[in-house]
Every structure is written in structure tokens, then in C-alpha cells.
């Protein structure tokens, strides 16, 4: 199959899938355009804010991108373009795209609360206990995992020869420059008032600006020093308005995104790449077994139970009109999907030891590298669109990383405030444990913990998990449904068929772990993997049977528990 056939398949397929299955959604679950939404009603300026469509789609595009969809499909590859075609196109239609639209629906119709507190309403107050101490554990996975991702891309040495790396340092500079554009921006979008047009106008010029600074001032930092860098950038992220930093950072990345997308699909139409990948290779390559790695290991390019944290957690409390859950929710799904679908394309174009030759050893390069050569066809410099594309990755998997902080520091806090807390007579520990502060540094420094076992050990395990939560959000919108009278089986599915691939993943890591603990020992990093995976499967299973069990009551068990 060419690649420009794959593409064509893809845009077919996601672009219908928005214009039918998505709007039969809308038109199922029911939306109110003239209702007044958390961001007016909960508004205070931190993190309820109104912001206008295209601000909440770049922050709900660039926080569930990342590096995600661009690493799975790369490493899934081993198993053929067959089974990652297909496991994109159909799990980032009807298993990521329902759960993102079904998490912000239900957060908004819930004054912007996340998963947490819907569980709490519809399933019960221990349900929400544990799935909070799920979600805190899975944040800080994630945490550790992206940083170790962003600060490898930062390193300015070749670790090896320790020669300067001009392409990072320039990924670095740029990345700063945007933090600094972010603020201004972020004054100019709050107080500006400026039509959003101009608004947009201005960002793009912003963006321009800070790829040129850094293409040519790089700045060399090894990646130890970044490590630190980048947990202190997040423990200010993680507490400031989201008006001052969030919103207008993600917006300014979600256009870097966006123009990677579209150079890339010009790309392929232009270079028309062949593919160099069978279409199947076998249920088990080199020890790895399709059912469960591909479904675990290629997540935010079809499902995600992360995106379920954005679309409750942050993204829910800036929507200005309930018509715009659809492009903001579902429509950033199927985008995603679209760049898995180019990462799968970009490493078929290459032949059998071709990329590694080429010295492209990590997935976002081995994507830079394939884009790259399909856009030097119309004679653009291939260092330039090397460094560019690298440079978008990085800025993804940045955004990702502050948005899941803050999502992690939130349900930190939750844990501890249940719906009948009156939060101003608090005690002097609920106080404490709830204060952001407190809340965030302990969040952070047991990531960077985890950090220094590294990007590579910890992705594993945080994938399994990460589809584990999945499981979570989907148990709880579905029961949202079902006690608000609407209908939820288009995510019994997904819900069943994720639960029977994490736990089965789950399992074989637990299993992997304590192998390696009854021969060798375990040294610091391991021991808290296996720590997490044990805690993060029982309290998932916990989670999981609350809810179905919900699922499964009768109406009129559930009419009298209600009536008592």
C-alpha cells in the first residue's frame, strides 16, 4: 500500500467519522447552546476561564498530543501497518474520540468537575477515593516519563561523544521563547480583547519568531541540569492562572502542530512514499504478543484514558458554549489520530535498517527523518524541516507534561475535599494536604524520582496504566449516562475490550517485575514500578467493579436507593 493510499484512508474515515458518528453523538446525549457553562458559572480566574473555541481546541489538541501518538505507532510497527492502521482508525473513532466527547460532556453538565467527582455522584464516595489515588499515581507516571522526554530532547551533548547537538539546542531555545511569548500573549488575550483573528494573527507571528531566534541562538545544557529546568518550569505551571500560561502557551503550540500535520500530509502526497512494512508479521514478534502490547502500546493515537484527565480536568472548565464540546473534544481526537496515521507512514517509508544507518534512533526522529525526506521533494532544506519537526515534538510533549501536573496536582487535592467539606471551616491538615502548593511539590518530587529510572524503563508501565484509566472514565461516563436517562451503550464496547487488555497487561509487567526481583533484586526505579503497578491494578479493579456494579442495577433498585 503507497502512502499516499494510507492518507487517503485515514482522511476518509476520521473526516466521516466527525460529520456522522460524532454528531449522532451530540444529537443522542443532547446539548444546550443557550446554557450557562462552568467557565461563566464557576469562573475565577485561575482555572475556570471562557475562552473562545480555537484557544480550548490548541489546549485540548496540544495537552493529549505529545509524544504519544508519534512514539506508539512507531514501536507497534514490529506486528505490521495492517494491525496499527486498523487499531487507529477504529479505536481513535469509537473508543478515543466517544471517550474524550463522553469526559467533557459529563464534566461540563457537572459544573466542570473531573472524573473524580462524577464518580462520586453516580457511583459513590469510595469509588471516587480510589480512583483519584489511581489518578494521582498515573500523573506522576506520566510526569516522570515526559520529563525524561522532554530533557532528552533539550540535551545539548551527544551523549555518546559529547559533541554539541545543534538541532536540540535550537529546540530548547525556541521552547523557552515560547514561555516567555505565552505570557505575553496570555495578557494580550485576557485584556486585549482584540478580535480573534488578530488574536491569531499575532500567535502565528510569535511562533515564527521564536523558531528563528532558536534555529539561530541554540542553547547547550546537558540533560541532568534540564531534568531540574523543567520540574521547576512545571511547579510554577502547575499553580499559575491558567489564562496566564496554560491557555496561551497551548495555543501558540497547537499551530506548530497544526502546520506539522499539514506539512506532512502535503509531504506524503507530494513523495508519495511506498511501504516498506508487511502487513502482518504474527500474533508474537521477538517475545512481544499483539494482544495486549499493540492495544497498550499505541494509546494516544487510538484510545487514551489521559485524555479523559484533560477533557474533565482542564479543558471542560473553559468551554464557553456546550456546542463547542464536539470540535474541542471529539474533533481533537480524530486529529490525533491523523498524525498516529502519519507516524505509521513515515517509518514504512523507510527500508529495513535504513533509519537506524541514517542515525535516526528514537522514534520522534525517526519521524522528523521521514518527513524530512518527503518535503525535500519540493526542495525545502532537509536539516531545516529535520529541526522543525523536532522541535514540534518537543513543544507537544512539554505542553502535555505541565497539563497532566496540574490534572495530578487537582486530584491530589480532591482526594481530600468531599462534596459536603465546607472548605472554609477546613481543618488545619485538610488545609495543609489541599493547599496547591503542598499539593504540587509533593506531586513533582516523587516524578522526579522516577525520572532517573528513565523514559524507556517507565513507558511500559505507564501505558498499561494509562489504557487502565481509560477503562475508569468510560465505567464512569457510562453510568453518568445511564443515571441522567441517556444512552451509553456505544461505550460498553470499548469498555469491555479495554478492561480484558489492561488487566492482562498489568499482569504480565507484575509478573516481568517480580521475575527480576526473585534473581537479581530490584534496584530504587524498579521497586517503585512494581509498587505502582500492584496499587494501580488493584485500586483499577476496585474502581471498575463499583461501577459496573451501578451498571448492572435495575432501575427500580436504583429508583429506591434514590427515594432513600
Not at 84 to 113: C, E, H, P, T
Not at 329 to 353: D, H, N, P, R, W
Not at 390 to 411: I, K, M, P, Y
Request: proline share 3%; aromatic share 12%.
Amino acid at each position: 500500500m503507497s502512502g499516499i493510499l494510507m492518507m487517503v484512508i485515514a482522511i476518509v474515515v476520521l473526516g466521516g467519522a466527525y460529520l456522522l458518528y460524532g454528531r449522532y453523538l451530540q444529537n443522542k446525549w443532547g446539548i444546550d447552546p443557550n446554557a450557562k457553562t462552568p467557565a461563566y458559572e464557576m469562573e475565577d480566574g485561575v482555572d475556570y476561564v471562557p475562552a473562545d473555541t480555537n484557544v480550548v481546541f490548541g489546549h485540548q489538541f496540544a495537552s493529549i498530543a505529545g509524544a504519544g501518538p508519534i512514539n506508539g505507532p512507531i514501536q507497534a510497527a514490529i506486528f505490521g501497518w495492517l494491525p496499527v492502521l486498523l487499531w487507529v482508525l477504529i479505536g481513535g473513532v469509537f473508543f478515543g474520540a466517544v471517550q474524550d466527547f463522553a469526559s467533557m460532556y459529563a464534566s461540563v453538565k457537572n459544573k466542570g468537575r473531573t472524573i473524580g467527582f462524577i464518580i462520586e455522584e453516580y457511583i459513590g464516595r469510595v469509588g471516587k477515593k480510589l480512583f483519584l489515588a489511581f489518578c494521582w499515581l498515573f500523573c506522576i507516571l506520566v510526569i516522570a516519563a515526559f520529563a525524561d522526554v522532554v530533557a532528552g530532547t533539550f540535551n545539548g551533548f551527544n551523549i555518546e561523544t559529547g559533541a554539541k547537538v545543534a538541532a536540540n539546542g535550537s529546540v530548547a531555545m525556541t521552547s523557552i521563547i515560547f514561555i516567555v511569548e505565552a505570557v505575553a500573549l496570555g495578557m494580550l488575550l485576557k485584556y486585549g480583547k482584540l478580535n480573534k483573528w488578530v488574536n491569531t494573527a499575532i500567535a502565528i507571528a510569535l511562533l515564527i519568531f521564536a523558531v528563528v531566534v532558536g534555529l539561530k541562538c541554540p542553547v547547550y545544557l546537558s540533560r541532568e541540569v534540564w531534568h531540574i529546568i523543567i520540574f521547576a518550569y512545571v511547579l510554577v505551571a502547575c499553580v499559575a492562572p491558567v489564562w496566564a500560561l496554560l491557555q496561551p502557551r497551548d495555543y501558540l503550540n497547537s499551530y506548530l502542530l497544526i502546520f506539522m500535520i499539514v506539512g506532512a500530509i502535503i509531504g506524503v502526497f507530494v513523495a508519495n512514499p511506498s511501504c516498506n512494512l508487511a502487513a502482518f508479521n504474527g500474533f508474537n514478534v521477538d517475545g512481544q504478543y499483539l494482544f495486549p502490547i499493540l492495544f497498550v502500546t499505541i494509546a494516544c493515537g487510538a484510545v487514551s484514558g489521559f485524555h479523559s484527565l484533560v477533557s474533565s480536568g482542564t479543558a471542560s472548565k473553559q468551554i464557553k458554549n456546550e456546542k463547542n464540546m464536539l470540535p474541542v473534544s471529539f474533533g481533537a481526537m480524530l486529529m490525533e489520530s491523523m498524525l498516529a496515521v502519519i507516524a505509521l507512514i513515515a517509518v514504512a517509508s523507510f527500508a529495513k535498517g535504513e533509519a537506524a544507518a541514517q542515525g535516526l534512533t528514537t522514534q520522534p526522529q525517526i519521524f522528523a527523518g521521514a518527513i524530512a525526506n518527503f518535503l525535500s521533494v519540493i526542495g525545502l532544506p532537509h536539516s531545516l524541516v529535520f529541526t522543525l519537526i523536532n522541535l514540534a515534538v518537543s513543544a507537544f510533549a512539554l505542553t502535555s507534561l505541565d497539563s497532566v501536573a496540574r490534572v495530578g496536582r487537582l486530584s491530589f487535592q480532591e482526594f481530600f475535599l468531599d462534596a459536603d467539606v465546607d472548605e472554609e471551616n477546613m481543618s488545619p491538615f485538610l488545609k495543609f494536604v489541599t493547599n496547591k502548593y503542598f499539593a504540587t511539590i509533593i506531586t513533582l518530587v516523587l516524578a522526579y524520582l522516577l525520572t532517573k529510572v528513565g523514559y524507556a524503563e517507565i513507558w511500559p508501565l505507564f501505558g498499561s496504566a494509562n489504557q487502565l484509566l481509560s477503562v475508569l472514565a468510560l465505567v464512569a461516563c457510562a453510568v453518568f449516562l445511564k443515571k441522567t436517562k441517556r444512552q451509553g451503550f456505544m461505550l460498553w464496547g470499548p469498555m469491555v475490550f479495554m478492561m480484558a487488555v489492561t488487566f492482562t497487561a498489568l499482569g504480565m509487567t507484575i509478573v516481568k517485575l517480580s521475575k527480576a526481583f526473585m534473581t537479581t533484586g530490584l534496584d530504587l526505579g524498579n521497586s517503585l514500578q512494581l509498587i505502582f503497578a500492584v496499587l494501580l491494578l488493584i485500586l483499577g479493579v476496585l474502581v471498575a467493579i463499583q461501577g459496573i456494579k451501578k451498571l448492572l442495577e435495575k432501575p427500580e433498585k436504583e429508583s429506591k436507593t434514590a427515594t432513600a
